[in-house]
């Protein structure tokens, strides 16, 4: 077998930003400044970290980004307020609402009140029920990034057999109606899954989202099967703290074709592909005003 590829999530989210900046300075010549509103509720330590990170990406391709930080004590009313004058707000291409929200908040009606258009995270009902018909819609940012990984680390995936290891929401289901699209075999697997390993074996396509440090290990892949680690898990190791995915690393590494590694894998790709779904977003606002435009003139003449 060939020396296993480590797939650089870092390089790769560097050529997705770059093609970003271009489509911003684009937009810009035509007098359309890209911009994302963040909101952020409350103060949870990793929220704002996350948060500053995105915005800071921002800055760098050229996206304004506008902050919102709302109290912790902020209701469900409120926010959904904010959120309709966003949703109006025409010098705003993307809305962004970092999750989790208190316990308090209605995360789906928050979620669900988010204008289709500017839902950049991808996860209105709207956007969710497009993506699984195939459409071509604003889909969540990190199975996109797994997505674009895998396409240049294999090329061509029409009739890849790909195994999904988790169901969720932001991940898993997505990862699974992305792949349909670029028509592979897909499997998902779950916790009720009996014999996850078994069935993880057939893969020529490993993506993992579970949250359960170092689940995946050798045995659960097909000699030169391709990895995807969506994982992101702090554990003690040596009394140190530090991040690990949901892949074995060492353990896979002698048994695949490539994989991802962690960090540095998957996690560059979800700000990269928060970026892209800004200036798609933007694109696609200023498509339906010309569309309008062009209506109102053909019926005045
Ligand atoms: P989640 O907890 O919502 O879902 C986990 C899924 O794993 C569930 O569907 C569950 O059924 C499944 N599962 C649990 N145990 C299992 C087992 N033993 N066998 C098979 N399936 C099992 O998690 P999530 O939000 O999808 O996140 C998954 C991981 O991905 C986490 O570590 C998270 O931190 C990470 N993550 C990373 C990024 C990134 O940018 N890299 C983005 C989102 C999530």
Redesign the pocket.
Known sequence: MNVPRLIDGKAAAAQVLFQVRKDVDSLREQDIQPALAVILVGSDPASQVYVRNKILRAEEVGIRSVEHRLSLDTSTEQLLNLIATLNTDRSINGILLQLPLPAHIDELRALEAIAPGKDVDGFHSENVGGLSQGRTVLAPC?PSGCLYLLEQTCGDLRGKHAVV????N???KPMAALLLKADCSVTV?????PD?QALCRQADIVIA????PR?IDASWLKPGAVVID????RIEDDGRSRLVG?VDFDNALPHVSAITPVPGG??PM?IAFLMKNTVTAALMQQQAQRSQSEALCRSIY
């Open positions: 990190t290891i988790g169901r969720s932001i991940v898993g697997l779950h916790s009720r899954s996850p989202a579970v949250g359960r689940l969506v994982g992101i898990n949901d998957v996690g979800t």
